[in-house]
């Protein structure tokens, strides 16, 4: 990890991933790059991870900084004022629950279940009229 950093020109640099020197800040430096970055002439509000980015593309490094950034961007009193309203209701929705179903299916549906009712006979009188294909146990497994 302390291979990462060097001395150079008086400032404490960090080299990333790709080889590009990042130069480390201190708390009042990276409050006001950060500052700069959001607000500035050039800032859009980004969010933090975005904020993150530019920073480091612009050349800059600390160890909290996507923490910071994060943090940064989430106070922003402009953003939190002009920011779209959830329209999402503050209680728990209550589900509906269909409590008669042949009355909410119509009659058709219950009017099947009568019919299949009327048709069904005993398993003595089925295992008997399947005994010559399959016998009366197999008859009574399906």
């Not at 302390?2 to 009042?28: F, I, P, T």
């Not at 549906?109 to 009568?114: K, L, Q, S, V």
Request: hydrophobic letters at 35%; glycine letters at 10%.
């Amino acid at each position: 990890m302390a291979l990462n950093y060097l001395m150079w020109n008086g400032d404490l640099v960090r080299k990333s991933k790709d080889e590009v020197l990042l130069r480390c800040l201190g708390k009042k430096e990276y409050m006001k790059v950060m500052g700069e970055t959001y607000e500035g002439i050039c800032g859009a509000h980004q969010g933090g991870r975005k904020m993150c980015w530019l920073i480091r593309r612009y050349g800059y490094f600390w160890p909290t900084m996507m923490k910071d950034c994060i943090d940064y961007s989430k106070r922003c009193e402009a953003c939190q004022r002009h920011s779209p309203i959830h329209q999402a209701p503050s209680v728990l929705m209550n589900p509906v629950v269909k409590p008669w179903l042949g009355l909410v299916n119509g009659p058709s549906r219950a009017g099947f279940f009568r019919k299949f009712k009327a048709q069904a006979r005993p398993m003595s009188q089925a295992g008997e009229s399947l005994s010559g294909r399959a016998g009366p146990k197999r008859a009574l497994l399906h």
